[in-house]
C-alpha cells in the first residue's frame, strides 16, 4: 500500500430494511482498557464501554455471539454495532498483513434467528493512537492532559502526523475515526 495516502476507514449503513441484530452475551458498556496511564494532549476516553482509545482492552465483556435477524442481508465486511467495530475474515486478513501483531481481534459467532451459523465476525480493536494536534492554529483550549472540545477549533498539522506516522504502524484511531495508511 502506497505510503503516500490516508485512508478513511469506515462503514456505511446497510440501508433499508434495517436488519434487527443483538448480542447473545458479554456487555459492550463494560469493557474497559488494560492500560489506563493518560497521555498528554489526547483525550483518553477510558470509561467502559469506550473502545475507540487505541488502546488494548480486557476480553471479558467482549461479546462472543450475535443474532442475525435476516436471511436475505448477511452481515457486510465492516459494521458498527453497540460502540465496537465489527469485520470479517477478509477484513481481518488486510489489516493483519498491514500492521501484523499490533491490533486485537475477538472472534465473534454470527447467528441466524433460528439458531443455525451464518457467519463469523471479529470485533476489530485499533490498539495504537497518535497525536497530530497542530498546537499553533489549534483555538481549542488544553487544559494541560486533554484538549477540551466545544471551546475553539480543532486543527491537525500535516507536518506532525507524517513526523510521528514514519517508523509507527500504519492504521490508528484519532479523534474517533479510524486511519489506514
Known amino acids: 500500500m502506497s505510503s503516500d495516502f490516508v485512508w478513511s476507514f469506515n462503514a456505511k449503513g446497510m440501508g433499508r430494511p434495517f436488519v434487527e441484530r443483538r448480542y447473545l452475551d458479554g456487555d459492550t458498556s463494560m469493557i474497559e482498557y488494560l492500560d489506563t ?28 455471539k450475535m ?6 442481508k448477511l452481515p ?8 465496537i467495530l465489527l469485520v470479517s475474515e477478509k477484513v ?3 489489516v493483519e498483513d498491514i500492521d501484523e501483531y499490533v491490533h486485537q481481534f475477538f472472534q465473534i459467532q454470527i447467528y441466524l434467528e433460528g439458531g443455525s451459523l451464518a457467519n463469523q465476525m471479529f470485533f476489530f480493536n485499533i490498539c495504537t493512537r497518535i497525536d497530530s494536534m497542530d498546537r499553533e492554529r489549534t483555538t481549542s483550549d488544553f487544559d494541560g492532559r486533554v484538549w477540551l472540545p466545544g471551546i475553539g477549533e480543532f486543527a491537525f498539522s500535516k507536518k506532525r502526523l ?4 514514519y517508523g509507527l504502524t500504519n492504521m490508528w484511531t484519532l479523534g474517533g475515526s479510524s486511519l489506514i495508511l
Open 92 to 94: 481481518k486478513y488486510i
Open 162 to 165: 507524517e513526523r510521528i506516522m
Open 76 to 83: 457486510p465486511d465492516i459494521l458498527f454495532h453497540r460502540n
Open 37 to 64: 496511564t493518560l497521555d498528554v494532549g489526547l483525550n483518553p476516553l477510558f470509561e467502559p464501554g469506550r473502545t475507540y482509545a487505541g488502546r488494548a482492552v480486557k476480553s471479558k465483556y467482549v461479546p462472543t
Open 67 to 72: 443474532e442475525w435477524r435476516s436471511t436475505e
